[in-house]
Nanobody
Framework: VQLQASGGGLVQPGGFLRLSCTER????????IGWFRQAPGKEREWVSC????????RYADSIKGRFTISRDNAKYTVYLQMTGLQPEDTAVYYC????????????????????WGQGTQVTISS
């Protein structure tokens, strides 16, 4: 399955953005979509996951309460609504598929560029 992340931009601290992850192809094996991010000089971090099978969502502690993940089934798109953005949220955001949300965090260790695609840049700055 191919995913395309979009919606990034430059916003001031306290602002909001909505990222989109559109499925360009589908495979019955992949029943979850996760968001990840990588800040300059840091390792990739798992952010959130949406389970297509049952609608269950999961969030990393660092963004819990500020970010909301959802899916438009008709558009095959998963959204990451981000509010209360802070400079530490600055990163390239990526989305990736997995069989479930149970162990999706492990994907963060994948280093192949062709797995992650280009991602979408989010910059929080005044």
């Amino acid at each position: 399955v191919q995913l395309q992340a979009s919606g990034g931009g430059l916003v001031q601290p306290g602002g909001f953005l909505r990222l989109s992850c559109t499925e360009r192809g589908r495979h019955p094996r992949y029943r979850a979509i996760g968001w990840f991010r990588q800040a300059p000089g840091k390792e990739r971090e798992w952010v959130s996951c949406f389970s297509i099978s049952d609608g269950i969502t999961r969030y990393a502690d660092s963004i819990k309460g500020r970010f909301t993940i959802s899916r438009d089934n008709a558009k095959y798109t998963v959204y990451l609504q981000m509010t209360g953005l802070q400079p530490e949220d600055t990163a390239v955001y990526y989305c990736a598929p997995d069989e479930s949300c149970d162990y999706i965090e492990v994907l963060r260790t994948i280093t192949r560029d062709d797995f992650w695609g280009q991602g979408t840049q989010v910059t929080i700055s005044s």
